[in-house]
T-cell receptor, first 114, second 113 residues
Framework: DAGVTQSPTHLIKTRGQHVTLRCSPI?????VSWYQQVLGQGPQFIFQYYEKEERGRGNFPDRFSARQFPNYSSELNVNALLLGDSALYLC?????????????FGPGTRLLVL | GDSVTQMEGPVTLSEEAFLTINCTYT??????LFWYVQYPGEGLQLLLK?????DKGSNKGFEATYRKETTSFHLEKGSVQVSDSAVYFC????????????FGKGTTLSVSS
C-alpha cells in the first residue's frame, strides 16, 4: 500500500503570495494532520481533520487554513506569505484520533519564501 | 501546557557504542509517548511507541520505557550502526480536542565507523 503522499515536493514563492499544499492519506485513514517544521526544530502542529471536520488547531495565524475532502485527502492553504513561513510542511494520517494511534508522515513539502 | 524536553545534540558515537537519548515530558492528562526518526531529506518515521505507564516500546534494537514516576521516555540502543545516523524526535499525544503530537526539538545522532 502507498504511504502518505504530498505534493509538490518543493516550492518557491515570494512574500505576499498564496500557496496550496496537498496531501493524500494512507488508504483507509480518516484523519489528516498538518505540521510545520522549521529548520533545526521539531514539527509544530497546525491542524487536524477527521471525517472532514476540523478537530484541532495549533497556534498559527488565520493566514493558515485547511480542509479535508470526501476522499479524505487534504489541502493546506497559506495566504500572504511571510519569510518566516519558509519550512518543511508535513502531513500525517491516522486511522482514528484516540490519542494512542500512530500518525504516519509523508515526505513533506519544502516551502521557500523569498 | 504539555511539552517535551530532549537532550541537546549532536550526539557523536563510534559504531557498536551504547546509545541513550534522554526525553522528559510534562502533560496534564495521560499521554501516549513516541519516538520518531528523520533521515536527511525525508519525513518522519515512527520508531516506537508506548501508550501507558511501564510499557516498553521496541523496534530495530531501540527500546524506551514509559516511566510515569519520572515523566521520562529515554531512548536506548545497545550497539549503534552507521545507518542509525539521523535526527531523533520524542513526542507525546494527549487526547483532548484533536490529538496533536507535541514534539521535542530533536537530537542529531552521528555514528562513525
Amino acid at each position: 500500500d502507498a504511504g502518505v503522499t504530498q505534493s509538490p515536493t518543493h516550492l518557491i514563492k515570494t512574500r505576499g503570495q498564496h500557496v496550496t499544499l496537498r496531501c493524500s492519506p494512507i488508504s483507509g485513514h480518516k484523519s489528516v494532520s498538518w505540521y510545520q517544521q522549521v529548520l533545526g526544530q521539531g514539527p509544530q502542529f497546525i491542524f487536524q481533520y477527521y471525517e472532514k471536520e476540523e478537530r484541532g488547531r495549533g497556534n498559527f495565524p488565520d493566514r493558515f487554513s485547511a480542509r479535508q475532502f470526501p476522499n479524505y485527502s487534504s489541502e493546506l492553504n497559506v495566504n500572504a506569505l511571510l519569510l518566516g513561513d519558509s519550512a518543511l510542511y508535513l502531513c500525517a494520517s491516522s486511522l482514528a484520533m484516540d490519542g494512542k494511534e500512530t500518525q504516519y508522515f509523508g515526505p513533506g513539502t519544502r516551502l521557500l519564501v523569498l | 501546557g504539555d511539552s517535551v524536553t530532549q537532550m541537546e545534540g549532536p550526539v557523536t558515537l563510534s559504531e557498536e557504542a551504547f546509545l541513550t537519548i534522554n526525553c522528559t515530558y510534562t502533560a496534564t492528562g495521560y499521554p501516549s509517548l513516541f519516538w520518531y526518526v528523520q533521515y536527511p531529506g525525508e519525513g518522519l518515521q515512527l520508531l516506537l511507541k508506548a501508550t501507558k505507564a511501564d510499557d516498553k516500546g521496541s523496534n530495530k534494537g531501540f527500546e524506551a520505557t514509559y516511566r510515569k514516576e519520572t515523566t521520562s521516555f529515554h531512548l536506548e540502543k545497545g550497539s549503534v550502526q552507521v545507518s542509525d545516523s539521523a535526527v531523533y524526535f520524542c513526542a507525546l499525544s494527549v487526547s483532548q480536542a484533536g490529538t496533536a503530537l507535541i514534539f521535542g526539538k530533536g537530537t542529531t545522532l552521528s555514528v562513525s565507523s
